[in-house]
């Protein structure tokens, strides 16, 4: 009998190839539809969404003045290349340590990926990221 040499995980966390990437200019539909749908879920869906601000903040997000970071995951589902997940965090200094701390402000993954690795990815993603820039270490 041949074994299947998948990991547990892997098998239990299908949905397609996931790739993360930085969030550029072409993904603005995208995020304003991940951040509609991540609004609908949450305890503030009572306030209407600003759409406007998601484009403002989208902006700083690409700004090359910026510490902040977006980043999408995208499946190949079905051979459909989509973004069904994205993260926004920053980073800025620790109130009273001299440390430089990354915050986690918007994780979101659409419900029909939370059992593929689309969130694992971009936790990942986002941890590594703020390690090698320098996040959770003494400022020099």
Do not use: W
């Amino acid at each position: 009998m041949a074994q299947d040499r998948t990991s547990r995980a892997r098998r239990k966390l299908s949905g397609g190839s996931i790739r993360i990437r930085a969030v550029t200019e072409a993904d603005r539909a995208d995020v304003r539809r991940l951040c509609e749908a991540a609004h609908r879920e949450s305890n503030l869906r009572s306030v209407p969404i600003q759409l406007d601000r998601v484009d403002a903040v989208l902006d700083h997000i690409l700004s090359d003045k910026t510490v902040d970071i977006g980043m999408i995951a995208e499946s190949d589902r079905d051979g459909e290349l989509r973004a069904v997940g994205l993260l926004h965090a920053t980073a800025g200094e620790h109130i009273y340590l001299d440390l430089i701390q990354a915050s986690c402000l918007l994780f979101y993954v659409v419900p029909e990926f939370r059992n593929s690795t689309a969130a694992f990815q971009l936790m990942r993603h986002f941890i590594r990221r703020s390690i090698n820039s320098g996040a959770g270490f003494r400022k020099t």
